[in-house]
């Protein structure tokens, strides 16, 4: 069976429409699911436990008589991770060193307070502290990922969190091994067998055996997604995840088998999923387009590859390195492989990006699981605006302000003659009454 | 008349009940307002500019015959700024050159690229890189404060943001000209005369006049909130902002009528706004609260004064100063003025507080204008788990990895094992392509 793998060149006439039509992509929230996870959550927030049992019984499946019945101890984490195979355990313990010592950087790099004084003696600056408690949300079933409890509590532990709270489902009381022996890993303080809006609900509001958390990061489905959405204020989140998408920008110098495999990588997650080759060489896509077929029908997960493939992938022909890097920023993808011999002399061509791959030996799956940096990234374009989920997402600042005497007497006319401006009389006398008389 | 302002006692049996109806405050989400904002901004993002021209003569009563016939030219902004008083002038020139250098010194703390190479020779790090675009929301009519302009124009300059777009409501085309030459000095490059949620569509999904922006931060009406909130993904946002803060920690070193005018600075903005006094000293707290009485008749504002203080206000004996710490940590104010002979005894106690102004010179007020801090703070407690805005609000963060053949070859067998056991064998055959064969 052929692919019908779409494959397009800067060149053509129709190409920009061509271009549109592989980036569009809807994010419509459902209006129903909205309604319903209002509800759930005005519940949750009314009724706590009783509500939270009620909707785990529902939607999970998963009967208990309380709450606390549904709590998953510190011993039963740690028996997860004990009863592993020895090289599930050293590899889940090897990533996440990894993932540690990375984020420890990225604390030294921007997570540190900071302060100086002016020529007054005024002092200025930002005191960085950790969140006191937060809430991860694991997926449970078919997108059950150890390496994401990694990557949402390890920063978080970095930061010096004080409590980690974890939420996975657990339909039918099915508990995944590996995810619990990642929460163990991670350093995770307090988990919970409890999934979808009335986990979220839970977490933001706490209940009687749920403490509420500050902040909730971590994907999910719709309705997680919607909760976190309707949540945001009471509690911080992190970003609204989308499908998962790479894009390979390819000199033609990487074995095209390489290629095709870091394709399927993005592919397999999900039939939404996003990959697309961007090369200015149409003897190397070809190259690619044939290894994408020969490899195709030995992948166990092939109809998920092929249906993603044919609905959102692209192979885009190029001008140029340099128009790649155009088209690139334009996509501004959540993985971006810069495949090519002189990564770094088209680095900093590269403007959005959730995390770049440089050279042929950088695969994505490298970065998702153990190379060190975040595998939370900016999906749907959002690398525009938004960041790797990091140390600093779960920080927090308060400004520092010590006026000596003789700034305020800089400070307090230039405050009272804008406040005046402003017609905030009280602010100006505030500023007034600091000054020599 | 005397001023019904709450008087509470750490002491009393009944302090718990009181301070938790001090603290109550319900952000709570109006369906109406919801569901016109959702009609609002889809009739935004479908007919563009004639939807924006219709909105705006509706609620502004602004007529005009194209969006275009609203911007506000950076001649016209230069000429607002020009046309001041001298002095308005110099301190929005004053104030605007230490919020700058401020930022510049925040953008050095915790805002620049870095990487490592580890030991196999894997470059890891972080590129920091400034968004193209992103929309100022000004508010217009009483709550107009060029302040703002600046507080939030001055971060994205500094972060390097390449097009700053500012909207800001003109009823009946009635412009503020401190706000316009704000945005002069600030470094706005495009403005229009735009309000309310077909303002924020518009900068969410762009017209044919008004450019699509990346991140819209700023202040605004239950309206510009709710909007903000539903564009959340298509574009960044900063918080929402509730009603301002005041919480005033007090060892009674400090003159009381300084105190009680702080604590009218706040009051002065909103009825619903809050102005807490913690205090171990019943005599200060007394001395307090005889100012308050005595400067109240002559605040121009008094009426806003009183009932902010009589709805929201209060004044709270605590047994110690680390009492009033944990109270403090409790309320996680919005500013938070240690005045206090000690302020660096208190400081490390502070947990949570969008900014801490220590001693007695550093009233509220001169960080609202010209200290350099930003004013923009998290309010209703959630300086629990965000931030002031900064130059970190306006840049995004992209992953750096460049692994080495000999990383790939270690990371390449863990990598393989975890994706096996997700059950992800692409991304397991990505990893083990790169191993030596």
Redesign the interface.
């Known amino acids: 069976m052929t692919l019908a793998l779409r494959q397009l060149a800067t060149t053509a006439a129709d190409f920009e429409a061509e271009f549109q039509r592989v980036l569009h992509w809807s994010?419509e929230t459902d209006h129903a699911i909205e309604q319903r996870v209002a509800e759930i959550l005005a519940d949750v927030q009314a009724r706590g436990d009783a509500a939270v049992l009620e909707y785990t019984a529902r939607f999970d499946g998963l009967q208990a008589d309380s709450v606390a019945a549904l709590e998953i101890t510190r011993d039963e984490l740690k028996a997860a991770f004990d009863c592993l195979p020895a090289?599930?355990r050293?590899?889940?313990e090897?990533?996440a060193r990894?993932v540690r010592?990375?984020h420890e950087?990225?604390l030294q790099?921007?997570?540190?307070s900071?302060q100086?004084r002016?020529e007054d003696g005024?002092?200025?600056?930002?005191?960085v502290?950790p969140?006191?408690r937060v809430g991860i949300y694991v997926p449970g079933g078919k997108a059950a990922?150890?390496?994401s409890v990694l990557m949402n509590a390890i920063p978080a532990q970095v930061a010096g969190v004080g409590e980690i709270v974890m939420v996975v489902p657990t339909p039918k009381g099915e508990r995944n091994a590996?995810v619990l022996a990642a929460a163990y890993v991670a350093g995770v303080h307090r988990a919970f067998t409890l999934g979808g809006a009335q986990a979220v609900g839970a977490l933001a509001y706490g209940t009687a055996t749920v403490p509420a958390v500050?902040?909730i990061t971590g994907p999910g489905n719709a309705y997680v997604a919607s909760a976190k959405?309707r949540v945001?204020?009471t509690?911080?989140i992190d970003?609204?995840a989308g499908p998962s998408e790479i894009l390979v920008l390819a000199d033609g110098s990487t074995?095209p088998?390489?290629v095709a495999?870091?394709l399927?990588?993005q592919?397999?997650?999900d039939e939404l999923a996003q990959s697309i080759l961007l090369c200015p060489d149409a003897g190397y896509i070809a190259q690619v387009r044939a290894e994408i077929e020969r490899l195709l029908p030995g992948?166990?997960?092939q109809d998920v590859?092929r249906a993603s493939l044919e609905g959102r992938g692209a192979l885009i022909h190029t001008r140029s390195m340099e128009e790649a890097c155009d088209i690139s920023n334009r996509i501004a993808p959540e993985h971006?492989e810069v495949s090519s011999r002189d990564?770094h002399r088209w680095?900093p061509l590269?403007?959005?990006?959730?995390?770049?791959?440089?050279?042929?030996?950088?695969?994505?799956?490298?970065?998702?699981?153990?190379?060190?940096?975040?595998h939370v990234?900016?999906t749907s374009g959002?690398?525009?605006?938004?960041?790797?989920l990091?140390v600093?997402d779960f920080q927090?600042?308060?400004?520092?302000?010590?006026?000596?005497?003789a700034?305020?007497q800089v400070?307090?006319k230039?405050?009272a003659?804008?406040?005046y401006?402003?017609?905030?009389?009280?602010?100006?006398?505030?500023?007034e009454?600091?000054l020599k008389r």
Chains 1, 2 share one sequence.
């Open positions: 994010a090289a599930q050293d590899a889940i090897f990533a990894r010592s990375y950087r990225q790099a921007c997570g540190l900071w100086y002016d005024t002092l200025l600056g930002q005191k502290t969140l006191d990922y150890p390496s590996l500050h902040k959405r945001f204020g509690v911080g970003m609204i074995p088998d390489w495999m870091d399927f990588s592919a397999e997650h992948m166990p997960r590859i971006l990564p680095e590269l403007k959005h990006a959730g995390a770049i791959f440089l050279g042929a030996f950088t695969s994505e799956s490298l970065g998702d699981y153990c190379a060190g940096p975040n990234l900016p959002t690398a525009r605006f938004s960041s790797p990091g600093y927090k600042r308060s400004s520092l302000i010590e006026v000596s005497e700034g305020a400070l307090g230039v405050a003659e804008l406040a401006g402003e017609g905030l009389q009280a602010h100006a006398q505030a500023a009454f600091r």
